[in-house]
């Protein structure tokens, strides 16, 4: 797209929030945003370019055709270098919140479930118990 409005317009209707602000901090150029957020939409589907930085400089070359030949392309591979680090750090941290989360969930229901006991919820049945047959 050669129209700048158009490619930020579009970079906003399909690329998620959390992976447009990433891109935003880092001062990668509007170009390089929109043919990355062309392939890549979400925090963990650009995060998840490559293993390491080693692997991902070479899928950048191979894929976008960014080449460390110049200043210019040797700075927009490092804004994109950090906004990738920078998402995999937050995926990283999503992954454990929701891991968190999940386990937080089945502690309270376990929590729950002592709280109505202590409260005399099922106290029938704890008298019937102490009481024997």
């Known amino acids: 797209m050669a129209d700048p409005d158009a490619r930020a317009a579009w970079v906003h209707a399909n690329v998620d929030a959390d992976l447009q602000f990433i891109f935003q901090e880092s001062g990668m150029g509007e170009q390089v945003v929109y043919d990355i957020g062309q392939h890549y939409r979400t925090v963990r589907r650009f995060s998840s370019i490559a293993d390491d930085r080693a ?37 990283e ?41």
Not at 58 to 80: C, E, G, K, V
Not at 109 to 118: H, P, Q, R, T, Y
């Open 55 to 91: 692997g991902l400089r070479p899928a950048l070359q191979d894929d976008f055709q960014l080449r460390p030949d110049t200043a210019a392309n040797r700075s927009a591979l490092a804004a994109i270098v950090w906004a990738w680090e920078a998402a995999r750090f937050s995926h």
């Open 93 to 133: 941290e999503e992954v454990k919140l929701r891991q968190e989360e999940k386990s937080l969930g089945a502690s309270s229901e376990i929590e729950a479930g002592s709280k109505c006991l202590a409260d005399g919820g099922g106290q029938d049945e704890k008298q019937g118990l102490l009481e024997g047959p």
